[in-house]
T-cell receptor, first 112, second 111 residues
Framework: QKEVEQNSGPLSVPEGAIASLNCTYS??????FFWYRQYSGKSPELIMF????GDKEDGRFTAQLNKASQYVSLLIRDSQPSDSATYLCAVNHSGGYQKVTFGIGTKLQVIP | DAGVIQSPRHEVTEMGQEVTLRCKPISGHNSLFWYRQTMMRGLELLIYFNNNVPIDDSGMPEDRFSAKMPNASFSTLKIQPSEPRDSAVYFCASSLGLEQYFGPGTRLTVT
């Protein structure tokens, strides 16, 4: 079992729709969760982080965390073609200093 | 402010040659990470340093890979000898807390 699992996609959504990206993790003691966006040929950039169960909203982005189910998701409202990228889920290990493990990433395609 | 700086941006070398990748972290950050990214395996942590000290090198593939951080503003990742399977994009990232900031990466091609 991989430590951080994501569906590699591609996930295709029409412009203006809600894109839902999902991630599960195996370390029950994990405390911190991150979403990075990576455009093709570019480096990952942090867009959201969440530490507590529930929802965290930032503009069009909402991160959702359910520690009991070991599940974290990212919702993108009013999806735009510029949101087309690969979204990487990252999880900080319990007791692992600043080390995080990344999922394989989900490729999102927003169709105009 | 300057972000994480990596050099070279592209490197093409022949099998058996030594390759050295360089990284300058963001000033004030106390942790530095080296990652390798491939289509098949995604983003893999190779090694990370905290306050210039290697904390976890369990991701380093084998003895052909070595990394150093002689001071807070510079780190190198060396591959000797290089092999075609080392072809990948190598990222350096730095952080002060848990949020990591990535450099532009070095695309390595070993023929």
């Amino acid at each position: 079992q991989k430590e951080v699992e994501q569906n590699s996609g591609p996930l295709s959504v029409p412009e203006g729709a809600i894109a839902s990206l999902n991630c599960t993790y195996s370390d029950r003691g994990s405390q911190s969760f991150f979403w990075y966006r990576q455009y093709s040929g570019k480096s990952p950039e942090l867009i959201m982080f969440i530490y507590s169960n529930g929802d965290k909203e930032d503009g069009r982005f909402t991160a959702q965390l359910n520690k009991a189910s070991q599940y974290v998701s990212l919702l993108i409202r009013d999806s735009q073609p510029s949101d087309s990228a690969t979204y990487l889920c990252a999880v900080n290990h319990s007791g692992g200093y600043q080390k995080v493990t990344f999922g394989i990433g989900t490729k999102l395609q927003v169709i105009p | 402010d300057a972000g994480v700086i990596q050099s070279p941006r592209h490197e093409v070398t022949e099998m058996g040659q030594e390759v050295t990748l360089r990284c300058k972290p963001i000033s004030g950050h106390n942790s530095l990470f080296w990652y390798r990214q491939t289509m098949m395996r995604g983003l893999e942590l190779l090694i990370y340093f905290n306050n210039n000290v290697p904390i976890d090198d369990s991701g380093m593939p084998e003895d052909r890979f070595s990394a150093k951080m002689p001071n807070a503003s510079f780190s190198t990742l060396k591959i000797q000898p290089s092999e075609p399977r080392d072809s990948a994009v190598y990222f350096c990232a730095s952080s002060l807390g848990l949020e990591q900031y990535f450099g532009p990466g070095t695309r390595l091609t070993v023929t």
